[in-house]
């Protein structure tokens, strides 16, 4: 069973390739897709599934949504032309991950990149960006005093910081919406430390 980590936030795509299960001239005709709460056992579809799509020999499926903690199974079975049944399974796990970490000092104001380039579908585009900056200690969002500007650098998005408490930590999730309407997120922890 592979294994996925999303952010409640973000929305995309996800495939079910059956190409190695398939002979010549095989393709897929149905699918059946469901999802469950691994905690509960009660069906998240309506949750997490956005929409699936047949696109022989994948099944594509946009995930969205899900609640911090949460995880769930899903498995998506599929009939071909030639009435074979195959099966694909995935733990999707909807967790807040920090991928990256820096420190400046406080009166430090710098500019650094977040590439999207591995996540986008290809030929997608990033259309608008956004940041969330909070403050760890208490969860206050402080975007507009530490993070007041971003710019977009399809793939990238470059995130202007400044300011920031000595001693304090903040967690920056970079927002990118893309031109097929798909949500992606990467949190960084940023380390404010006056130096000697």
Known sequence: MDILIKSPIERF???????VDLLVGEIVVSSVLTCVNSATGI???ATIIDSETIASPDVDVILKAGTEGDEHSIQSVVTTNLGNVYQRDLLLVIATVV????SKQPAD????????SRRLESGDTILT????ATKESDGTDVSVSIAPLVEIFS?????????GVDLKTYLLGVRATTAAGYI???NIRMNVQELP
Do not use: C, R
């Not at 795509?13 to 190409?19: A, D, I, M, Q």
């Not at 104001?109 to 999207?116: A, E, G, P, R, S």
């Open 13 to 19: 795509p996800v495939h079910f390739n059956y190409s």
């Open 43 to 45: 069906s998240s579809a």
């Open 99 to 102: 991928t990256d970490d820096f």
């Open 109 to 116: 104001k710098i500019l650094f990149d977040v590439d999207f």
């Open 129 to 132: 960006a956004a940041i969330l």
């Open 155 to 163: 793939p990238k998005v470059g995130v202007h910081v400044a300011d």
């Open 184 to 186: 992606y997120e990467k």
